[in-house]
C-alpha cells in the first residue's frame, strides 16, 4: 500500500510560483508513474501531470507551459513546478501514484491519492 504526503501548498500572488511536493513510501518508488491533479470548490476532480517510471511527462492543456512535473527517485519524491499561477490555479492539489507503464501517462492510469495541499492564488 502506497502513502503519499503531499506539502509546499499556500498562498500566492497572481503570476508568482510554487512548488509543490509529494514523498511515497510503502512500494519501490522508482517503477511507477506519479501525477498530479487538482480540485476546485464545486468541479471534478482533474488531472494536471503525470511522469513515468521513465520520466516520460504529459500535461493538461490548461498548465502546459506553465507548470514542470519532475521526480527524485532516490528521494521517493515527486515535484510539480507552478509558474504564472493564475486565480483559476486555486484548487486542492493531489499527488497520486500510477502504473508500471513506461509511457507517458494518462488520467485512467492513477489509482492511489494522497490528502491534498491547497494552492490559493489572489488576484
Known amino acids: 500500500q502506497v502513502q503519499l504526503v503531499e506539502s509546499g501548498g499556500g498562498l500566492v500572488q497572481a503570476g508568482g510560483s510554487l512548488r509543490l511536493a509529494c514523498a511515497a513510501s510503502?512500494?519501490?518508488?522508482?517503477?511507477?508513474?506519479m501525477g498530479w491533479f487538482r480540485q476546485a470548490p464545486g468541479k471534478e476532480r482533474e488531472f494536471v501531470a503525470g511522469?513515468?517510471?521513465?520520466?516520460?511527462?504529459t500535461y493538461a492543456d490548461s498548465v502546459t507551459g506553465r507548470f514542470t512535473i519532475s521526480r527524485d527517485n532516490p528521494k521517493n519524491t515527486v515535484y510539480l513546478q507552478m509558474n504564472r499561477l493564475q486565480p483559476e490555479d486555486t484548487a486542492v492539489y493531489y499527488c497520486?501514484?500510477?502504473?508500471?507503464?513506461?509511457?507517458?501517462?494518462?488520467?485512467?492510469?492513477?489509482?492511489?491519492w494522497g490528502q491534498g495541499t491547497q494552492v490559493t492564488v489572489s488576484s
Open positions: 510503502g512500494r519501490t518508488f522508482s517503477n511507477y508513474a
Open positions: 511522469i513515468s517510471r521513465t520520466s516520460a511527462s
Open positions: 497520486a501514484s500510477g502504473s508500471r507503464s513506461p509511457l507517458p501517462p494518462r488520467r485512467g492510469d492513477f489509482a492511489s
